[in-house]
């Protein structure tokens, strides 16, 4: 996963924490909105449109 959402405190608990990657375009580019707004797949292989704020990149080993 290359994301972490943290969450609000209106968030479904079962999305606060977990693992998520950017949905990408044909050119590489992530999918934001123009608000800040991103495009993203959980773990789950749901997708959702989320705060962009709200993602934290994980380090890559």
Do not use: P, W
């Amino acid at each position: 996963m290359e994301y972490t959402y943290l969450g609000d405190r209106m968030t479904d608990f079962q999305l606060k924490g977990k693992g998520c990657d950017a949905v990408r375009r044909a050119d590489g580019r992530c999918i934001r909105g123009k608000t800040g707004s991103m495009l993203v797949r959980f773990e789950n292989g749901a997708l959702h449109v989320v705060i962009g704020r709200l993602l934290r990149k994980l380090r890559s080993g």
